[in-house]
């Protein structure tokens, strides 16, 4: 097995295409880009699944909170698909994950 390099010295950029050209190659003749595409359609199904489990539960935290705000008469309006940063910000803080965290522990615990 031979030691490659993936840094490019001296502008030797021509070297580093041709052998990005032959690996490319030999994925496609071998059918290992077959399975790498299989995989990746396989997670995309999974990512539909995730996405599909985390609508219900936010239409689950969007009913609990109107039922809250009709009982003390205040209700906030907020688009987050016009904002997909801020949903995706929501879940990177530290805090929400900690919280997910303890809930996924427990869900864990009781089956």
Do not use: C, H, T
Not at 20 to 48: C, F, H, M, P, T
Not at 59 to 79: H, I, M, P
Not at 95 to 103: D, I, K, N, T, Y
């Amino acid at each position: 097995m031979r030691e490659e390099s993936y840094l490019v010295v001296g502008g030797n950029q021509e070297g580093l295409v041709l052998q990005g050209k032959e690996r490319v190659r030999n994925a496609l003749e071998s059918g290992s880009v077959s399975l790498v595409l299989k995989q990746v359609g396989d997670w995309a199904g999974y990512i539909q699944e995730a996405a599909n489990a985390l609508e219900q539960v936010v239409e689950l935290a969007r009913q609990n909170l109107q039922k809250e705000a009709s009982s003390d008469g205040s209700l906030q309006q907020s688009d987050l698909a016009a904002d997909p940063a801020l949903f995706v910000n929501l879940l990177k803080a530290r805090e929400f994950q900690q919280v997910m965290a303890v809930l996924l522990v427990q869900f864990l615990k009781s089956a």
